[in-house]
C-alpha cells in the first residue's frame, strides 16, 4: 500500500514540533465490527477508516500532552473516476491530552481508537476512490498553524 505523508512543521525541521502521520498504518478501513477490509465496498456499506497521528519533539510530550488542545482529523475520499470533487468521509475532533507519551525521542501517539471514524451512512457510488487523511489545529487554542495530511490506500466500491 502506497502512503504518503507531510506535516507543517515537516519531521525533522526542528526540534521543538512537528507533526506526521504513520505511514505503516496508513489509512485503515474495517467494517463496522472493526474486520479488516480488502479495500472493497459494496454501495451503502457502512465502514471504518482510522489512522495513526503523531506529534513529535520537545513540546509534544511537556506542552501538547498537559493541555487539551483540540485538533481535527478529517477523512475524505477523491473520485479516481469520473471526476468530482473530494467527500468528506467524516471527521473527529481529538484533544493533544489524550495521546500516549513516549521518550526518547519525545513524541505523542494518537492511535487508530482515538481516530477512528465510522462512515455512515456510506455517501460513495460506484467506482475508485483514493482516501486522504488531515489532521489541523485552528483557533485560539493553538497558537500555531499545524497542519499534516496523508494520501493512502485506493478503495473500491461496487
Known sequence: MLCEAQGNPAPGSNNLITLDFDTTVCIDVTDVNLFPSPLIVSQGQDFNVATKFILAGAWSTSWFANHAIPFTI???????????????????????????????????????????????????GPGLYRLTATASFSGSACPWPLNAYLTGPVLEVY
Not at 479516481?80 to 513524541?107: E, K, Q, R, W
Open 74 to 124: 478529517s477523512y475524505y475520499a477523491e473520485p479516481m473516476t469520473g471526476g468530482g470533487p473530494n467527500v468528506l468521509l467524516g471527521a473527529i475532533t481529538i484533544n493533544t491530552n489524550t495521546g500516549t507519551s513516549a521518550t526518547p525521542p519525545p513524541t505523542l501517539t494518537f492511535d487508530e481508537n482515538l481516530t477512528r471514524v465510522t462512515v455512515s451512512p456510506n455517501p460513495l
